[in-house]
């Protein structure tokens, strides 16, 4: 496949009219009306406050910023998981992870994979005449897990056949400019083939495209060095690489151009959007799988990586798009993934023929005042997973069976193995969650723990005999088992 580079539209203006009313688009695609698109793009561990439209440095993320303008800019959207595959599973489905079944990376006692008796979002609109496509970027989002579930047209970049899932995958460099590994695609390669499908199909009819980009995760694949150079960044010789001190640092200082790459990316995608005059008529949700420790997570929680449920970890941007609806929203309620699909499906009047857990965001992008907050359930199975970080490696009290209700302000942490160890903290007065209040008393814990123990989050499936998920070591190399 011949790569291609498409040069970038001009920005969006940031003077969007609000609007109040019903959806100037028809999703039910009725008296000759086009049913709008969807186009989903995950970001894989990317933090909201790296962003330009949530605090982060001013024009890192134009495209990204100027989405928001027009659509929703949710301030506090929580993941189910730190890790990919389980995070990923909820987005596209509106179930947590009890529901969906993707509990783990690998395990022999665990499923490991997205059950094959959940309707996924891209199953749902397929039903409705939509084509369906995705275009993702490392091995943690393939079909290896069964995320390919109802996409008539899914490409990962990643040739499974050529892994040896029985060893540890290791990826090949590290500060690669080449694009791609044995284990991921940088984003514009991924964004190459995505463009290549709206050439051959995106002028047919209504599609649902999901977008997966995975360039902050590390810097084994990195941008061309053209482009850090603006960012005051020169890459280190093969030579120099091998005595660098430590990795925090360069993960640091590439985090922010790697972002600005992935938004030069979905910039790309905007321009075939114009180009074709669907741009208006295409629903565009941005949102990520869990966030990054980073300097903070070290500084606070020992733990620059991810997999853990602290807020750095969860907590991830969510910005909404529905042509004809709200813009220059900015939502302060917590919400969860699990509304994407469901807000989705509103936005195109399809009716959920399945259960889902999360609940449409529409009525709090009109502005409409909600009752109960919705509590953002997460959970990290350590005991369980063969790719967890031993305790030698997680920080104190850490391996264990972890699972997290919060409802925006109280955030529980229930520890399975090790209760004792239990985290309890008050978000409002306590933002950075250094200050752990749990007690087997305090009443706050007691209710987030009824909510856990009623929706019996810690009961476990084995994987199916149909499963063929990864064998234990071969995420090491992607950050998941520690270093």
Known sequence: MTARRRPLPSLLSAAAVVLTGGLTACGSGGDGERQMNVLLITLDTTRPDRMSCYGGAPGLTPEIDAIAEEGARFE??????????????????????YQHGMRVFFSKD??????????????????????????????????????????????????????DLTKQQRHGTVWDTGGKTATQRRGDFT?????????????????????????????????????????GITYPTAAESRTMPGTLEWRERIYDPELAFMDRQIARLRGWLKEHGQDQNTVIVITADHGQ????????????????????????????????GPSRVVVGNQVRTIDVAPTILEALQVPVRSRMEGESLMDLMRGEEEGEPRIAYADA????????????????????????????????????????????????????????????????AARLKAFLTERDVSRVEPPSASDGGPD????????????
């Not at 290896?144 to 109802?150: I, M, R, T």
């Not at 995106?202 to 960012?231: I, N, Q």
């Not at 420790?293 to 853990?308: A, I, P, V």
């Open 76 to 97: 506090r959207a929580i993941s189910t998981a730190g890790i990919t595959p389980m995070s990923h599973s909820s987005i596209l489905t509106g179930l947590n992870n």
């Open 110 to 163: 665990v499923s490991h994979r997205l059950k094959e008796s959940v309707d996924t979002l891209p199953e749902l609109l397929a039903g409705r005449g939509y084509q369906t496509a995705a275009r993702v970027s490392s091995y943690p989002v393939s079909s290896a897990y069964n995320l390919n579930q109802g996409f008539e047209d899914f490409d990962s970049g990643v040739d499974l056949e050529a892994l």
């Open 191 to 231: 964004t190459d083939s995505a463009l290549e499908w709206l050439d051959a199909n995106g002028e047919k009819g209504p599609w649902c495209m999901w977008l997966h980009m995975f360039d902050v995760h590390d810097f084994s694949l990195v941008p061309p060095a053209e482009f850090v150079a603006d960012y």
């Open 293 to 324: 420790g980073m300097t903070e997570g070290l500084r606070n929680h020992g733990w620059m990586k991810h997999r853990l449920l602290y807020d750095w970890c969860v907590r991830v941007p969510l910005i909404i798009r529905v042509p004809g």
């Open 381 to 444: 199975l350590n005991a369980y997973d063969s790719h967890a970080p031993g305790p030698q490696k997680l920080p104190p009290n850490q391996y264990d069976n972890l699972y997290m209700a919060c409802d925006g302000r109280w955030k529980f942490i229930w520890h399975e193995r090790n209760p004792q160890f239990s985290q309890l903290y008050d978000l409002l007065k306590d933002p950075s969650e250094l200050k752990n209040l749990y007690t087997d008393d305090h009443p706050e």
């Open 472 to 483: 234990a070591g071969a995420l090491n190399s992607l950050g998941y088992g520690g270093d």
